[in-house]
């Protein structure tokens, strides 16, 4: 199945700092998606960005297909953002997750 | 608009009892999905349903069974629960087609003694 590599695997950030998490893939997919589960374990969806860039206020997001790789920009980091940021590609009907990226900010 | 929602929200069983997890969406999504989330892992795929009347395997579908019951509900069932099978389980929807993005329900934290 596909791999889904994501780095860094630990962030500690001071509120106000801006962060750039990757997720790299294996294969050619046909949608990709980035999730925060928070700390109480929902599972919120981000983006759902196949190629190309979106934004939605202080997070944006850049999928590059066709080097197989995606980008989850935060900027001005807010205690609130604290949790694990997922990135899960699907080929077929399965979304396959990476192990995410733990992030902690601190006030 | 409730989304994705999933009954119960916590469970404890004992090694060899049965249970069924209830999963319902209220957004006319045709597919329906079951995962399971180990601590430090992402999701891993349990079974889904393409559309209704149809189920099919994902990565890891030993020791579960699942029914599609309507176009609404997909339940998912442990039949003799193993402490293997402590996990947090989501379920969640997608349309079928180009645009098929996921929505997860809030999860079932499901402890086997």
């Known amino acids: 199945g596909i791999q889904v590599e994501q780095s860094p695997p630990d962030l500690i950030l001071q509120e106000g700092a801006n962060s750039t998490l990757r997720c790299n893939f294996s294969?050619?997919?046909?949608?990709l998606q980035w999730f925060h589960q928070n700390p109480w374990g929902q599972l919120i969806n981000l983006f759902y960005?196949?190629?190309g860039t979106k934004q939605n206020g202080r997070l944006s997001a850049t999928t590059v297909a066709t080097e197989r790789y995606s980008l989850l920009y935060i900027s001005s980091s807010q205690t609130t953002d604290s949790g694990v940021y997922f990135c899960?590609?699907?080929?077929?009907?399965?979304?396959?997750f990476g192990k995410g990226t733990s992030l902690l900010v601190t006030p | 608009n409730a989304g994705v929602t999933q009954t119960p929200k916590f469970q404890v069983l004992k090694t060899g009892q049965s249970m069924t997890l209830q999963c319902a969406q209220d957004?006319?999504?045709?597919?329906m999905y079951w995962y399971r989330q180990d601590p430090g892992m992402g999701l891993r795929l349990i079974y889904y349903?393409?559309?209704?009347?149809?189920?099919d395997k994902g990565e890891v579908p030993n020791g579960y069974n699942v029914s599609r019951l309507n176009k609404r509900e997909f339940s998912l069932r442990l039949e003799s629960a193993a402490p293997s099978q402590t996990s947090v389980y989501f379920c969640?929807?997608?349309?079928?087609?180009?645009?098929?993005?996921?929505?997860f329900g809030p999860g079932t934290r499901l402890t086997v003694l």
């Open positions: 969640a929807s997608s349309n079928s087609g180009g645009y098929n993005e996921q929505f």
């Open positions: 294969d050619s997919v046909n949608n």
């Open positions: 960005i196949p190629s």
């Open positions: 899960a590609v699907r080929a077929g009907y399965a979304l396959n």
């Open positions: 957004m006319n999504h045709n597919s």
């Open positions: 349903s393409a559309s209704e009347g149809t189920t």
